[in-house]
């Protein structure tokens, strides 16, 4: 597709912009030589790595892809794409210096570091809670930095992604994030810091400072994240997070949670369409399979995903653990025949958990990690509707009587079990990105 020279004269500066960067998200050319004028799209394909080593924090992603300059009509008055620049202008958000950032996490020394991804790394800053200056180590209010590797094209999309729809979104269940530093090169985000890390980290890790969550943190993290999903899906908003996983939910001192990595997150559909049309991103084991086979992708996407981290705080099993025998190393198709029958649902259960929950809870939870993973996305229940079910179940605290007498018997076998079981620490976890 091209534009003749005369009509371009014709086209204000903002549609210029955004022109530019419909041309860039599309491979097609709109300025230069006549040519076929046929615009090819990527093909999808899907790429698997293993990660290893290293500390997860929830912001790590080895390679992602995102068309941060997607329509966003919620945001503006206008159905073209926002330019860079209207985003950062708009973002409410503190521009800091590289200096400033510099200062505030001590020139970014390693024990400053919080943890690393594919996006960059995370380093522990100060800043003042006034000005938002850089601050003295140990006083002022303590931050989280990303820093952008400065290695690539598609990371800087993530990092205009994040700034685009948490500089305008504010919930309790989302991260803050507080400023950037758009500098030369540079690109930093700097978030609220959350010092109990990524819900993964507390599911998955052994040692002193990751202790077993207990069944009415579970579920106090589950109703968290779900009200979380649940503002981004309103109607107001109608934003799709595209990836949500445990490593991507951060916990406060008080274990609510909020979900961080907004570098995925696209807008849905507007008016009478179901989807938007989009290459497949997001990590191998938590995307939704209608969205893995045509790129068709909607709010009962991140349902899908929902009920994956669901069935992952149930069984304290990942999503996809190489290291478990064949036929166990898919959470999904592991846990299928038990998600559904009462008398099994037990077998899913994490033996780490606190033995203080009701098996009917158990089995509502269970219930409701199967609708969410339904093969057909319309059985999936609304975001609205599952807060609801978690309300009713944290305020019920998930105990009873005929819960008791089943746990201490779960609790007596499992003990016996681990007398000779010696505990070890899980690898870092083996899903991939999925990208084009």
């Not at 010092?195 to 980290?201: A, D, K, T, V």
């Not at 807060?387 to 018997?409: E, Y």
Request: glycine residues 8%.
């Amino acid at each position: 597709m091209f534009l003749s020279i005369s009509y371009i004269c014709l086209l204000t500066s903002d549609s210029l912009r955004a022109l530019r960067l419909w041309s860039e998200q599309t491979g097609c050319e709109i300025f230069g030589p006549v040519s076929m004028g046929v615009c090819l799209s990527a093909r999808i394909k899907a790429v698997s790595t293993c990660s290893t080593g290293g500390n997860s924090n929830g912001v790590s992603r080895e390679a992602n892809d995102l068309s941060s300059s997607s329509s966003n009509s919620k945001f503006s008055s206008i159905s073209i794409p926002r330019s860079e620049d209207e985003i950062l202008q708009s973002s409410n958000l503190k521009s800091f210096s590289f200096s400033e950032l510099k200062l505030a996490t001590r020139n970014f020394r390693p024990d400053s570091l919080l943890g690393e991804g594919g996006f960059g790394s995370v380093f522990k800053g100060w800043i003042d809670e006034h000005s938002f200056s850089a601050a003295k180590p140990g006083s002022g209010m303590v931050v989280a930095v990303k820093r952008l590797n400065v290695d690539g094209h598609q990371g800087h999309k993530e990092w205009l992604a994040e700034v685009n729809f948490l500089g305008q979104l504010r919930h309790p269940h989302l991260v803050k994030l507080i400023g950037y530093c758009f500098e030369d090169e540079h690109r930093l985000l700097v978030y609220e810091f959350l010092p109990r890390g990524s819900l993964e980290n507390h599911l998955f890790k052994r040692g002193l400072y990751f202790q077993p969550l207990s069944w009415s943190l579970r579920l106090k993290i589950a109703l968290g994240a779900a009200k979380g999903l649940a503002f981004l899906h309103n109607d107001e908003n109608k934003v799709i997070y595209r990836d949500f996983k445990t490593s991507n939910i951060l916990l406060d001192t008080n274990y609510n949670a909020k979900l961080s990595d907004f570098g995925l997150a696209k807008d849905g559909p507007t008016g009478d369409k179901s989807h938007v049309s989009t290459r497949v991103m997001g990590t191998y084991g938590y995307a939704a399979p209608e969205y893995l086979a045509t790129g068709h992708l909607s709010a009962k996407s991140d349902l899908y995903s929902f009920g994956v981290v669901l069935l992952e705080m149930l069984s304290g099993r990942r999503a996809i653990d190489k290291n478990r025998p064949p036929g166990e190393q898919n959470l999904v198709e592991w846990a299928k025949p038990f998600l559904a029958n009462k008398r099994k649902t037990y077998r899913l259960l994490d033996t780490r958990i606190e033995r203080n929950y009701s098996m009917e809870s158990a089995f509502r939870v269970a219930i409701l990690a199967s609708r969410c993973l339904s093969a057909e996305p319309k059985f999936r229940p609304s975001m609205d509707e599952i807060v609801t079910t978690l309300n009713d179940l944290q305020d019920s605290k998930g105990t009873g009587a005929t819960g008791n007498r089943r746990s201490r018997s779960c609790k007596q076998n499992t003990e016996k079990g681990n007398a000779h079981k010696e505990i070890t620490a899980y690898p870092r976890p083996s899903a991939s990105p999925l990208f084009t």
